[in-house]
């Protein structure tokens, strides 16, 4: 069957820290993988994607993520988190002809002063 | 990108009512998904929005209960219908390009309280 896991729920971290938030999936093709944050209140934004190609993919807001087929895995990275980076944070799998997504649970990060 | 509004943004109604939330593109797209977000978990896919045919549903939702139009390439509509306080959730609507981009874009979402 097809998941996401996000096996931390709620994370925090101080400001000028580095983050690292775990997602783990299992998908039969080769997935196209997500990650969006949601701020309070809001819609998603996608911070980054990976389809194909270099499995260190850059995205916005100063975050990474890396593509590790072997460990079913796509963590996403920040080397110093910001205030304002404080939200929750969905790791996604998808592709192919019906473009579904699958969601993971979510990782909430309060960012400490 | 594609620009995504939606309306509401948020309402409170009462139980046994309706309530249609409207999702406009700024420029055509080629698929659009309307999602459910119950508080404090994650999204929900609810249907596929078809343009000119029925809506595709996923397993635990039916069309009785949310029914979808899509009468072009830049609007649909969900109807949560019959409410419950159950139904109290965010509901997001998102697009996917005409170029066959797999990335999904997602609108700012309508907060429905039922009580």
């Known amino acids: 069957a097809q998941s996401v896991t996000q096996p931390d729920i709620h994370i925090t971290v101080s400001e000028g820290a580095s983050l690292e938030l775990r997602c783990n999936y299992s998908?039969?093709?080769?997935?196209?993988l997500f990650w969006y944050v949601q701020s309070p209140g809001q819609g998603l934004q996608l911070l980054l994607k990976?389809?194909?190609?270099?499995?260190l993919v850059q995205g916005i807001k100063g975050f990474e993520a890396e593509f590790k087929r072997s460990q079913s895995s796509f963590n996403l990275r920040k080397p110093s988190v910001h205030w304002s980076d404080a939200a929750e944070y969905f790791c996604?799998?998808?592709?192919?002809?019906?473009?579904?997504?699958?969601f993971g649970t979510g990782t909430l990060l309060a960012v400490q002063p | 990108s594609a620009v995504i509004s939606q309306k509401p943004s948020r309402d409170i109604c009462q139980r046994g009512t309706s309530l249609t939330i409207q999702c406009q593109v700024d420029?055509?797209?080629?698929?659009m998904f309307w999602y459910r977000q119950q508080p404090g978990q994650s999204l929900t896919l609810i249907a596929t929005?078809?343009?000119?045919?029925?809506?595709?549903?996923e397993s635990g939702f039916v069309i009785d209960k949310f029914p979808i139009s899509r009468p072009n390439l830049t609007f649909s509509t969900l109807t949560v219908s019959n409410m419950s306080p159950e139904d109290s959730s965010i509901y997001l609507c998102?697009?996917?390009?005409?170029?066959?981009?797999?990335?999904?874009?997602f609108g700012p979402g309508t907060r429905l309280t039922v009580l």
């Open positions: 420029s055509q797209v080629t698929m």
């Open positions: 996604a799998v998808g592709g192919g002809a019906t473009n579904k997504l699958i």
């Open positions: 990976y389809f194909s190609g270099d499995t």
């Open positions: 998908y039969g093709a080769t997935p196209y």
């Open positions: 998102s697009v996917t390009g005409t170029g066959g981009s797999d990335t999904q874009y």
């Open positions: 929005a078809n343009q000119g045919s029925e809506a595709t549903y």
